[in-house]
């Protein structure tokens, strides 16, 4: 089959259509942008049948075989994450089309949310440190323009401090990448890590390039700019940035991990970054507790749960990896149907502030229901994907015999139970003063139920658990999983 | 392990659908959402009578999906399950009943309906439970449709009950969840068994058992409000009536006390956990327990807050069945399943009666209600007896065969416990009766309201079909369909009969 | 490695030490956009440096790399700017508030 050549399609389809949409106008910009996203979705399937035929895709580009040439490469963890990056965009486009605001309407917003379609599918391809780099930009400088886009003083500082630390992230990444391919003269990460020699040096590339990564990814205690970023951004474009834009990061971590790190002292590094991971668990809980505005609740509830997505270094075996992708998954779509929820419900009311969406419940039940079902599935409730995933983390714990880490996940249910109760308390609670009149504008039902599918997503996520993993258990990298 | 595997997953199911279709109903159709809520619950009652011929008749139903590898969701339909599917089947139709009228001009009926499906489903889910990780994902569900209900009036003090009801539900779930990933850990999943077997297939291994048992009953004692984990019960009174008679009589408290029943004689079996040293443990917990909610109800001026503190005290009446060997003991802690539900569900109705219509919330506003409200009265005072246990009434049957089950297992300070919580019992009722139908009542009532007539019948008489019950659980109790003859039939299979 | 690569080297060591103080501790965002770009500078250094490894011709591959580099590095300066001169005439300031501060607009869309 095709699939395998249509690969590279993936990266320059979105890219020529953030061309293309350039030239349109803004609403005509914005269904080129879903009509692009659609036909992922939709292409996704032959992708995985390909992928469950025939186990991870490579691609060399330009027809150049190793070690000059620039590979493509599709494993288990790129196809699901490829798949949730199609689902999410979906659904996050649709929101902004519905609800434009000010930020939708700009000429250079939808040109900028291709080009971090384009961004994420070349991170998730990519087996190349360089082109990692080149990915990573793409990413970055469309993420903050979306950001930017909201238009608000708020936004422009968060999308300033987001561009710079965000770019400090990157020239380490970069300095990282060149130790690397002078020591080993390649790029590509298989035959670099083969390469690799354990040394002095290679520690300090990695460390570099690490640094570089949980920058990017907003990791405890480099996470300071996020929920200012994710909370002053339009909705639909916090929805992707948290449930997407940082995953993307992430997985470099995990690849380097797994790949290079083997060589230079990843049995270091790894607990230490679980212990990071563990660190933003407790802090992020914490500060979304005390936080007294929605969508900053919901931004520091990211710090959290990235936090998860790390303990697997602390205990890399199948079951722990399992939990991890599905983690993976299930935030994903629970923190975007959150954040689409959340914006649903700040429009209706008019204000950003918990106290004053007293009453949601009557006043746009269908995005309290999303909200509250995304919640259960970030608190790890049954039933529902984070459930599951909560589930296969603590097995991977316990026969790990990691008691801290069992601890430390049953101390992360019971913060997202504080905080997200916390917040749906204020939603459901009585408005005091009936008469108050509502500044808010009405919100379309598209926009609430593309919340409502995403958590919906997250919740059927518990019951097809199964044959989701068994796509993401072909393996990978030379230790095994990712 | 005949036909028809898909009967348990309806069970729950019918209830689930009930739950959606209300909620996407809205708050406006108030007659297509009555008509769905009985109907529902008369459809329910009817599978229920299905399923009881067929279970009596020594057929079993089992429904199976896997989730992990190695681990399945499974919902199975044995004698034990019918006993509390059943209990739980006829109190929510008499429940919809009495909220229909409660609630009749109140805001937010959509959810609340919605919520109280929602939740029934959650409790068909736990009867049905094959094993511990399904009772767990049921266990939690519960816990997430009965928050919306516990603060639905919205105020200040239901969100802080609300937040009690959290603090403890959940922590206690996180211990049930490091029990059940201990358990996992070790042996995988393991179904639920007549005469439980996880000792055999971890023997050797007492601390892990004697740990695992440890943090399962704590999970399990969170909702069973068994000393020291009670705290959020008789705050969550804050909560509407016909939640409060649904939390006590059936669905949260009966969920912990059901799973401590299931983890006893179906997880570990009544012989291991006696040979690991465990039921002395228990029986002085609850015996504990039975004791001090009896003294805490003596001290509650609301009456409430009496009703609460007694279910405290009764439910462990259940635990305590559990965890003396021998099956007459067993027989009188699980007809106490029943029987306790009959009997407090009919004392919440009663107290949401006096409320609604008087405005009586405190025990000494109740002076001389029997004149003006007879039937609510009478109701009241058959149950308030047969919780006292006096005979021939159904709480007399319970404590019965508790005391013999406990004297026949040499345990006889049981017999103490049951006398002096039997006197409690009296202490703390008797005075309420007393004011009842012997004071004189007073010249103007707290609130009076007049709700229409159809709203009072609607309240009253499901508080009339329960206390009828009630009567009769104890009169009959002889008879093969009673509770007590069902339970036997339990034990005899349990026992290996 | 000749004693020629290790000036080299440690110029960029010392503009990796300049970039990095300056982009954390200026005030004014300009010099915290020069900051960065000293950074960039520093970093393509070490590239064509290390990319050189002793031999003669220099790897083309290094040379590639720093190229690409400095055309996102100006694409990403020139985006700053832009991103500063919005934020000034909205706010009439052009730097970030104390790390700590809590965003001053209230964040809706």
Redesign the interface.
């Known amino acids: 089959m095709a699939a395998t050549e249509l690969l590279p399609l993936w990266v320059l389809v979105p890219l020529l259509a953030a061309a293309l949409a350039a030239c349109l106008p803004a609403r005509r910009a914005g269904q080129l942008a879903l009509a692009v996203q659609l036909a992922a979705l939709a292409s996704w399937p032959l992708l995985a049948a390909a992928f469950a035929d025939r186990g991870p895709l490579t691609v060399s580009l330009a027809g150049l075989a190793p070690p000059l040439a620039i590979r493509l490469y599709l494993d288990g963890i790129g196809l699901l994450l490829l798949g949730l990056v199609a689902t999410v965009t979906t659904a996050a486009s649709l929101h902004a089309l519905a609800t434009p605001g000010r930020a939708a309407l700009r000429p250079a917003f939808w040109p900028a949310w291709l080009v971090l379609l384009a961004g994420l599918h070349t991170v998730v391809l990519s087996f190349d440190l360089f082109n990692m780099y080149v990915g990573l930009e793409l990413l970055t400088l469309a993420a903050v323009a979306l950001v930017a886009s909201a238009g608000t003083v708020a936004a422009l500082a968060a999308a300033m401090r987001y561009l710079l630390l965000a770019m400090l992230g990157s020239l380490a990444w970069l300095a990282g990448v060149a130790m690397i391919h002078a020591g080993t003269g390649s790029l590509d990460l298989e035959l670099a890590g083969a390469a690799l020699a354990p040394g002095g040096w290679v520690s300090v590339a990695l460390a570099l390039m690490l640094a570089g990564l949980l920058l990017k990814a907003a990791v405890f205690p480099l996470h300071g700019w996020l929920p200012l970023a994710h909370g002053a951004a339009p909705g639909a474009v916090s929805a992707v940035l948290s449930a997407l834009v940082v995953k993307a990061a992430l997985l470099l971590v995990w690849r380097v991990q797994l790949w290079l790190g083997p060589a230079g002292g990843a049995d270091a590094a790894g607990p230490l970054l679980a212990a990071l991971g563990g660190a933003a668990i407790l802090w992020g809980s914490l500060s979304a507790y005390r936080q007294d505005r929605l969508k900053q609740v919901v931004a520091f509830s990211t710090v959290a749960q990235l936090g998860y997505l790390l303990l697997v270094l602390a205990m890399p075996s199948a079951v722990a990896w399992q939990g991890t992708t599905l983690h993976l998954l299930a935030h994903g779509l629970a923190k975007a149907a959150m954040f689409l929820a959340a914006a649903n419900l700040v429009r209706r009311a008019g204000d950003p502030r918990l106290a004053a969406l007293a009453g949601s419940d009557a006043a746009a039940p269908v995005s309290v229901f999303a909200f509250a079902l995304a919640g259960v599935s970030l608190v790890g409730l049954p039933p529902s994907g984070g459930f599951l995933a909560k589930w296969l983390l603590l097995q991977g714990a316990w026969q790990a015999g990691a008691w801290w880490l069992v601890a430390l996940l049953l101390a992360g249910s019971l913060l997202a139970a504080a905080y997200l109760f916390r917040t749906l308390a204020a939603l459901l609670a009585h408005r005091d003063g009936a008469g108050q009149a509502r500044a808010g504008l009405p919100v379309p039902r598209i926009a609430e139920l593309a919340a409502l599918a995403l958590a919906l997503g997250a919740i059927v996520l518990g019951f097809a658990a199964a044959p989701i993993l068994d796509l993401a258990a072909l393996p990978a990298g030379p230790g095994g999983a990712p | 392990m005949t036909g028809w595997p898909a009967l348990p997953l309806l069970l729950v199911l019918l209830s689930l659908a009930t739950a959606l279709a209300v909620?996407l109903a809205g708050e406006a159709r108030q007659r297509l959402r009555t008509t769905l809520n009985l109907a529902a619950a008369l459809a329910k009652l009817g599978l229920v009578a299905l399923l009881l011929r067929a279970v009596a008749a020594g057929e079993t139903f089992q429904w199976r999906?896997?989730?992990?590898?190695g681990?399945d969701l499974v919902l199975k339909v044995d004698s034990l399950t019918l006993l509390f599917t059943t209990l739980s089947a006829v109190l929510w139709l008499l429940t919809t009943i009495y909220a229909i009228g409660y609630l009749e001009r109140s805001p937010?009926r959509a959810?609340f309906f919605g919520f109280f499906s929602l939740c029934v489903a959650a409790t068909m889910g736990i009867a049905t439970a094959g094993n511990l990780f399904t009772f767990?994902?049921f266990y939690?569900?519960l816990?997430?449709a009965t928050?919306?209900l516990v603060?639905h009036r919205?105020?200040q003090a239901s969100?802080a009950g609300?937040?009690s009801y959290?603090c403890h539900t959940?922590?206690g779930s996180?211990l049930f969840?490091?029990g059940l990933?201990?358990l996992?850990?070790l042996v995988g999943s393991q179904d639920f068994i007549a005469g439980g077997e996880l000792g055999d297939v971890l023997s050797g291994n007492e601390a892990a058992q004697r740990g695992i048992f440890v943090l399962l009953l704590a999970g399990m004692g969170v909702k069973a409000a068994l000393l020291p984990l009670h705290g959020w019960l008789p705050k969550a009174m804050v909560a509407p009536a016909p939640v409060s008679a649904l939390l006590h009589a059936v669905a949260v408290v009966k969920a912990g006390a059901f799973g401590i029943v299931r983890l006893v004689y179906d997880v570990y079996g009544s012989e291991r956990v006696q040979a690991l040293g465990l039921g002395h443990w228990l029986a002085a917990l609850a015996a504990a327990t039975i004791l001090y909610g009896s003294l805490m109800a003596l001290r509650q001026a609301d009456l409430k807050k009496r009703l609460a503190w007694s279910t405290v005290s009764q439910v462990s009446y259940i635990a305590l069945g559990a965890a003396i060997a021998g099956p007459l003991a067993t027989i009188g802690g699980l007809v106490h399943l029943v029987h306790q539900g009959l009997m407090k569900i009919t004392l919440f109705f009663c107290a949401g009666l006096y409320a609604e219509l008087l405005g009586s919330k405190r025990i000494d506003q109740l002076d001389g209600v029997g004149r003006v409200m007879p039937w609510t009265s009478l109701a009241f005072t058959v149950t308030a007896l047969g919780m006292i246990g006096v005979p021939p009434m159904a709480g007399f049957v319970s404590k019965w065969y508790l005391g013999t089950g406990a004297v026949a297992a040499g345990q006889s300070w049981v017999v103490g416990v049951l006398v002096a919580s039997t006197l409690l019992n009296a202490a703390y009722f008797l005075p309420v009766l007393g004011r009842i139908w012997f004071r004189p009542p007073p010249d103007a009532w707290p609130a009076p309201t007049r709700p229409g007539r159809w709203a009072r019948a609607a309240m009253l008489l499901p508080a009339l079909a329960t206390a009828l019950a009630a009567l009769l659980a104890g009169l009959l109790a002889g008879l093969e369909l009673s509770p007590l003859g069902w339970v036997k039939l339990i034990v005899a299979r349990e026992y290996g009969g | 490695m000749a004693a020629q690569d290790l000036v080299w080297l440690g110029v960029a060591a010392g503009l990796v030490g300049l970039g990095v103080y300056g982009v954390l501790v200026a005030g004014h965002l300009l010099r915290k956009l020069l900051a960065l770009n000293l950074l960039g500078t520093a970093v393509f250094l070490l590239m064509v440096v290390l990319g050189r490894r002793g031999a003669a011709t220099p790897d083309p591959v290094s040379q590639a790399m720093v190229l690409t580099g400095i055309v996102v590095a100006v694409s990403a300066t020139a985006f700053g700017l832009a991103l500063m001169l919005a934020l000034y005439r909205r706010s009439g300031e052009a730097a970030l508030d104390d790390e700590a501060g809590a965003p001053d607009g209230d964040g809706r869309d």
């Open positions: 909620f999906m896997p989730l992990l590898p681990l937010g959810r767990f994902v939690e569900l816990t997430l928050w919306p603060v919205g105020t969100f609300g937040r959290l959940l922590f996180s969840l490091a990933v201990w996992h850990a």
